[in-house]
């Protein structure tokens, strides 16, 4: 029996010491990152994730705009979109769709806009000083943003109506208001815009928007509604 055991103790030393561990035949485990921002484990779901920047204080920066979170007033800005100071994304035309989001992003100002940032209808007023027979010049600046906005779109056509305080009697103010209308369409005319796209009228004092009791109210009434309009 002895000189049975000794070839098969030699043969187990010769084979059993140059194998592996036995545990190394089974299959690594995906590495699994400890960060909390890199919790993954396949390719695709790590593409999915958006991975923050950090700061030298430490703060994240998670839409990557240069703004840290805690100072971020749009912290879920998409990636590559510029940002103002506070973060957020550009609105150019004040229309409440974002520029990279907006297919018109330079709409008139005060423009009732759809979805996609482009407006059917436009309306605002411009202002005329107490006796004098002019317009504001910040109505005239207002004016001058209309002109653009028509020649960049000729589909839109324009409609003005002039309304006044209740200073002086219902013919006298009528006129006045009609006048005034007609003063603006001039406007528009010599800046460039074709006089079949516009038309004028006037309503007088029949139209208040606030008080005639005060100053403030009469100057709010004394006012040139413009409508742009397909």
């Not at 699994?32 to 950090?54: C, D, G, Q, R």
């Not at 309503?203 to 009469?218: C, F, H, M, S």
């Amino acid at each position: 029996m002895r000189h049975l055991l000794l070839p098969l103790l030699t043969l187990l030393i010769l084979t059993g010491c140059s194998s592996s561990p036995k545990e190394e035949l089974v299959p690594k485990e995906k590495h699994k990152s400890e960060s909390p921002h890199m919790t993954f484990s396949t390719e695709e779901e790590s593409a999915a994730l958006v991975i923050p920047t950090y700061f030298a204080d430490g703060m994240a920066d998670k839409d990557h705009d240069g703004i840290e979170d805690g100072k971020d007033r749009c912290s879920d800005t998409p990636i590559g979109v510029k940002v103002d100071a506070d973060g957020c994304a550009f609105d150019r035309d004040q229309d409440g769709v974002k520029d990279y989001e907006d297919e018109c992003p330079t709409s008139m100002p005060h423009a009732k806009v759809k979805a996609d940032g482009c407006a059917d209808f436009v309306s605002f007023n411009l202002y005329y000083a107490p006796r004098v027979n002019e317009i504001t010049p910040k109505s005239m600046s207002v004016l001058e943003k209309a002109v653009g906005f028509l020649k960049e779109h000729p589909e839109y056509k324009v409609k003005i109506i002039g309304h006044t305080d209740n200073i002086g009697d219902d013919d006298y103010n009528l006129k006045l208001s009609k006048d005034r209308a007609a003063d603006v369409l001039k406007i528009f005319n010599r800046k460039g815009i074709n006089f079949n796209r516009l038309e004028a009228t006037g309503k007088g004092e029949a139209e208040p928007i606030e008080t005639n009791d005060t100053d403030e109210g009469r100057e709010l009434n004394r006012r040139i509604e413009v409508e742009l309009y397909q």
